[in-house]
T-cell receptor
Framework: KAGVTQTPRYLIKTRGQQVTLSCSPI?????VSWYQQTPGQGLQFLFE???????NKGNFPGRFSGRQFSNSRSEMNVSTLELGDSALYLC?????????????FGDGTRLSIL | DAKTTQPPSMDCAEGRAANLPCNHS???????VYWYRQIHSQGPQYIIH???NNETNEMASLIITEDRKSSTLILPHATLRDTAVYYC?????????????FGKGITLSVRP
């Protein structure tokens, strides 16, 4: 069974631009969560989508947003990019039905801001 | 979610068992213990999880103390490819609370 797929793997942007990252979950998984990983802050939760609705949200500014499509694929968008947004962005999928089945992660998109 | 405490690093010899400890003294009755690992430049990989009974799968064993205040992840025959950061996470993973809170983890170095 195919794992979580994130595209692109690497991205370079400049300050002020916006970026959209994509995540395709494992087939049958309806929950998609996004995380940001930086050397200073570690892995931090951004938000979670289930059935096209944001169900849980971390403590990030409104420049970070996401959406989920009817096929469970998800995108996250960061507007007005800042140097501090340089990070590895990770997506994880799970059944999301409260059955305590684990989240499975993709290998992330590494975003560099110049 | 309950907080976990892990030593920053440990090492073991290839072929020997690696025993990775985790303290979670404030764990609640409905919280599970999850273990993930992250190899450089990859996403976190799920290893195992448990509530109160010991668990074993093809990757590892999870031993949870009777009071549930600590646990140990055991890699029975460590290889060089097991060198990674290992995260112990405690969470009440319900349908409406699927956030994983990662700490700094423990860096395991497997030496030849």
């Amino acid at each position: 069974k195919a794992g979580v797929t994130q595209t692109p793997r690497y991205l370079i942007k400049t300050r002020g631009q916006q970026v959209t990252l994509s995540c395709s979950p494992i087939s049958g998984h309806r929950s998609v969560s996004w995380y940001q990983q930086t050397p200073g802050q570690g892995l931090q939760f951004l938000f979670e989508y289930f059935s096209e609705t944001q169900r849980n949200k971390g403590n990030f500014p409104g420049r970070f947003s996401g959406r989920q499509f009817s096929n469970s694929r998800s995108e996250m968008n960061v507007s007005t990019l800042e140097l501090g947004d340089s990070a590895l962005y990770l997506c994880a999928s799970s059944l999301g039905d409260g059955s305590n089945q684990p989240q499975h992660f993709g290998d992330g998109t590494r975003l560099s801001i110049l | 979610d309950a907080k976990t405490t892990q030593p920053p690093s440990m090492d073991c010899a290839e072929g020997r068992a690696a025993n990775l400890p985790c303290n979670h003294s404030t764990i609640s009755g409905n919280e599970y213990v999850y273990w993930y690992r992250q190899i450089h430049s990859q996403g976190p990989q799920y290893i195992i999880h448990g509530l109160k009974n010991n668990e074993t799968n093809e990757m590892a064993s999870l031993i949870i103390t009777e009071d549930r205040k600590s646990s140990t992840l055991i890699l029975p025959h460590a290889t060089l490819r097991d060198t990674a950061v290992y995260y112990c996470i405690v969470t009440a993973y319900t349908g409406a609370n699927s956030k994983l809170t990662f700490g700094k983890g423990i860096t395991l170095s497997v030496r030849p």
